[in-house]
Each structure stands twice: as C-alpha cells, then as structure tokens.
C-alpha cells in the first residue's frame, strides 16, 4: 500500500496565521491526492482533489500544491472555523491510503 | 441536498455480525460509486470498501476481506456493508460516503454521511 506520512501531527496557530500541512507519499501517485477537514464528531469534509482542486463552496484561502510526492495545504489566513484535523489521501493506487492527520490547534 | 445517512451500528460480540445501511438522497443513487471509510476511536480514517455504481465489481482493504461484503440496490438508494467474523480491531465509525460523478470506485470521497458506530466487545 501507498503510505502517506503527514506532518507535523499536530499545530499550534492563531488566527489570522498563514498554515502549512505536508503530505509525503511513499511512491509516485501523480496528482491523485484530496485534502479533508474534520471537526470532533463529524464527518469529514471535502477540501480538495487533484492536489489543488478546491471543492465547491470551499474559502479560497485554503490552497494546495504538489511537488514530486510531497504535497502541501496552506491556510493564508487561519480563520476560527478552521480549527480541526486535516487528512490527506491518495487515490492513484488501490488502497486509497489516508494520512494520519494534522490538528490544528488555538495557540 | 446530498443527504447519507447510515443506520445499523451498535454492539457486537467478538465473532459476531453487524450489517450496516446507508440510505441515499438528493442525487441520482444508480450513477455514482459508493465507499464506506471507517475511523478508530482516536485515530485516522481509513478505507473498508468501495463498489461501482452497478454493483458489478466491489474492491476491500485486506484486513475486512473474506469478512466483510459490500453491496447496493439501485432500486432503494441504499448501500450496505455486511460485517461478519467481527473484532475488537473492528470498533470505529463507519462513514458511508459517495464517489464523484466520472469517477472510479478508486477514489477520493466528495459527501460523507454522518457515520454510525460500531463497538465490538465481549
């Protein structure tokens, strides 16, 4: 299975703080990689797909960028809505593998 | 409104059965791949089981293979996913959620039900 190693676990930010999350995958997997955000006790939400694609009624503050198999979600703007966990996840190869999660935490 | 919502989740004994449902709304059902993801208490999300939007082909993670089957009525908009053999390493949430329009079952996930829970314990 792809592995997907997401750095850092967890991050400590204020509003109004620019947020870098990193997404390493194990092998190649194009651009074939989505974002998620998810608050205690719901269920995930659709950020993006194709590295970089924002989904339908997502803040274009939120941004995603590829390198190789390094892949990276950016916050420009830390807004108090967006305080959760953030999962990356690769669909070029069956399993679609998730990363283990970054939270994001007030400071 | 896409609307997902899952039933079915309780407590189960080790080595017993659960099936879970998920009743589909708000889109046409028959068109779309369908998934179900499930997370740990705790910890990170994580694939079960993915089926076309026939039905004709149904991919699992290897730890729920030959335990777990996934299956679909086009009929009544609903997804279903049959747990048998379970284990305490069987306890999480189980999402059911929908694959995008033109996509493969193999892929990301863009509506997510609320997600039911399953506690597997003696």
């Known amino acids: 299975d792809v592995q997907m190693t997401q750095s850092p676990s967890t991050l400590s930010a204020s509003v109004g703080d620019r947020v870098t999350i990193s997404c390493r995958a194990s092998?190649?997997?194009?651009?074939?990689v989505a974002w998620y955000q998810q608050k205690p006790g719901k269920a995930p939400k659709l950020l993006m797909s194709?590295?970089?694609s924002l989904a339908n009624g997502v803040p274009s503050r939120f941004s995603g960028s590829e390198s190789g198999t390094e892949f990276t979600l950016t916050i420009s703007s830390l807004q108090p809505d967006d305080f959760a966990t953030y999962y990356c996840?690769?669909?070029?190869?069956?399993?679609?593998?998730f990363g283990q999660g970054t939270k994001v935490e007030i400071k | 409104e896409v609307q997902l919502l899952e039933s079915g989740g309780g407590l189960a004994q080790p080595g017993g059965s659960l099936r879970l449902s998920c009743a589909a709304s708000?889109?046409?059902?028959?068109?779309?791949?369908m998934g179900w993801v499930r997370q740990a208490p705790g910890k990170a999300l994580s694939w079960v089981s993915s089926?076309?939007?026939?039905?004709?082909?149904?991919y699992y993670a290897v730890s729920v293979k030959g335990r777990f089957t996934i299956s679909r009525d086009n009929s009544q908009n609903t997804l279903d996913l049959q747990m048998n053999s379970l284990s305490v390493d069987d306890t999480a949430v189980y999402y059911c959620?929908?694959?995008?329009?033109?996509?493969?079952?193999?892929?990301?996930?863009?509506?997510w039900g609320q997600g039911t829970l399953v506690t597997v314990s003696s």
């Open positions: 959620a929908k694959v995008p329009e033109g996509y493969s079952s193999s892929s990301f996930f863009d509506q």
């Open positions: 708000g889109f046409t059902f028959d068109r779309y791949a």
């Open positions: 089926i076309t939007f026939s039905g004709g082909a149904a």
């Open positions: 092998q190649s997997v194009s651009d074939w």
């Open positions: 194709k590295a970089s």
């Open positions: 996840q690769q669909y070029n190869n069956y399993p679609g593998t």
